[in-house]
């Protein structure tokens, strides 16, 4: 009757501990906030702030760019630029790790053979006893024995907690996040090609203007020479007028350079050596920012491929949870082999005396000292955790980067207007200074400062065209546009 309690005893505090070890820490979880405002504080003529769903995000960017050299600029850049190829094996890493995880779900079969000879002492017990034993009447164990084995083994751990599916599972999002962090990439790529090729025009125009101010700040030189032979002006105007050309002069130079870093700074992104690169810099001035269809705010988180990426992580991380809580529990484990044994190859096909099998159950769980568990488990939520903040970050940035160029856009034309009207407001005056210099009814200091001021203008018009298509570009990729 004792003993009977005593089992009785031990076997209920077995249970409670085998209860308490499953038990799993307490944890303080973070959801993520999926809210978006109804639409973009910044309203334009280009980009009215409406409910309207119509997005520039869905226009591929073979329809969004016209250009027929950019367009050929950026599909040798999506073939060949190194960086893109980089994130190209990183997908199929990612992929190889859902097919090993695919692996550790299923059981684990293998073949085997297997050929020893072992030589045991004669005075020790299994010396001894096959000393005594014969292998068949009359005929002696060998010495020293050899031993043939040929068979399957198999082992498999049954997913009782879905440890191995979730992990399979979290493998796959990330699968799935590598691809749109490359598609994210094109994005980035295809959105700084086009800003770095309407820089290049933008330059090539520029030098065009310094080219032509050059010749008429010459001539402009010649005549004061002329003025000063004739003793109507002084030597003093003679060095100011050179003084503007030699400083014109050194802005072309400057210009060449900017234009020769820019054209290798495409050519990087294309993935080759440095190369002239074909543009037609006559067109520049046509060029008009398109219309933009901002849509909604909401419609970032299916667009942008960074949302969606820190969505398929924060996706996975969520699994890693499940993953680590399983480990408190008990895990079950099968083995099994069969095979064919014998001490000469001869009798392998002896059967069923050559036969062997084996069949194993292993049903085991942490008890004590679970410090390496809750550790595991602690740090999976704080990534979990991590991912939450990081998901809101992006959708945030997101947000963000839309209104700013948005605004840009909008303040970029009323700005091109306004440069517009300067430009012909001191054009005129250029014409003006010259002829009023020439009847001596104006000062060479006028002349020079109108020409400086015409041409900071003229630069300035060029500059805003300029950051009006960048502006087009970049609201392009911030809506979500350009992977597609």
């Given amino acids: 009757m004792l003993k009977k309690r005593i089992y009785q005893y031990l076997g209920a505090a077995g249970l409670a501990l ?58 040798t850049a999506l073939q060949n630029n190194q960086e893109l190829n980089i994130t190209l094996q990183e997908i199929e890493i990612a992929k190889n790790e859902v097919r090993a995880r695919s692996g550790e779900y299923l059981p684990f079969v293998g073949l085997g053979a297997r050929a020893d000879v072992e030589k045991v002492g004669r005075y020790t017990l299994q010396g001894a006893t096959e000393e005594q034993v014969d292998i068949k009447e009359d005929r002696r164990t060998p010495d020293p024995l050899t031993n043939f084995q040929l068979g399957a083994f198999a082992t498999w751990e ?9 992990a399979k599972k979290a493998a796959a999002l990330r699968y799935l996040a590598s691809v749109e962090g490359k598609n994210f990439m094109v994005t980035n790529l295809i959105s700084e090609i086009a800003n770095s090729y309407y ?43 050179e003084a503007q050309v030699q400083h014109t002069r050194s802005l072309q130079f400057k210009l060449q350079q900017s234009i020769t870093e820019t054209e290798n700074k495409l050519n990087y992104l294309a993935g080759r050596y440095p190369q ?27 667009n942008r491929p960074d949302i969606r990426q820190a969505e398929q992580q924060l996706a996975a991380a969520k699994l890693d949870v499940q993953v680590a809580r399983a480990n408190f529990y008990p895990s079950l484990s099968l083995a099994g082999g069969v095979g064919l044994a014998a001490f000469t190859p001869g009798l392998l096909v002896s059967t069923p005396q050559s036969m062997l099998y084996s069949l194993g159950a292993d049903l085991a769980g942490p008890l004590f000292n679970r410090n390496g568990i809750k550790a595991t488990y602690y740090s999976a939520n704080a990534t979990q955790t ?38 012909a407001a001191l054009n005129q005056s250029v014409d003006i200074s010259n002829s ?22 003229k630069f300035d018009l060029i500059e805003t065209k300029m950051q009006q298509l960048n502006a087009t570009v970049n609201v392009y990729r911030a809506l979500g546009g350009g992977w597609q």
């Fill in 18 to 75: 085998a209860v308490g070890a499953c038990k799993t820490p307490e944890l303080v979880v973070k959801n993520e906030t999926r809210s978006t405002p109804a639409s973009y504080p910044t309203a334009s003529a280009a980009a009215p702030a409406t409910a309207d769903s119509a997005n520039l995000a869905r226009v591929q960017w073979k329809q969004f760019f016209t250009d027929p050299n950019l367009k050929a600029l950026i599909e």
């Fill in 276 to 302: 002239p690169v074909v543009r037609d810099d006559a067109t520049f001035n046509d060029l008009q920012p398109s219309v933009i269809t901002a849509g909604l705010p909401t419609q970032l988180l299916s």
């Fill in 158 to 166: 049954v997913d009782i907690w879905h440890k191995l599916r979730n």
């Fill in 199 to 241: 820089e290049l025009l933008a330059l090539d125009n520029q030098l065009s203007i310094v080219k032509q101010n050059i010749g008429i700040q010459s001539n402009a030189l010649e005549l004061v020479r002329l003025q000063k032979e004739s003793a109507r002006t002084t030597e003093l105007a003679v060095k100011r007028f």
């Fill in 386 to 423: 991590q991912a939450v903040y990081r998901y809101e970050k992006t959708v945030l940035n997101a947000y963000v980067e839309v209104s700013n160029q948005l605004s840009n856009i909008s303040n970029l034309e009323k700005s091109y207007d306004a440069k517009a009207k300067e430009v």
């Fill in 436 to 457: 009023l210099f020439r009847y001596a009814r104006a000062e060479y200091t006028e002349v020079l400062f109108t020409q400086r001021e015409a041409l900071e203008s």
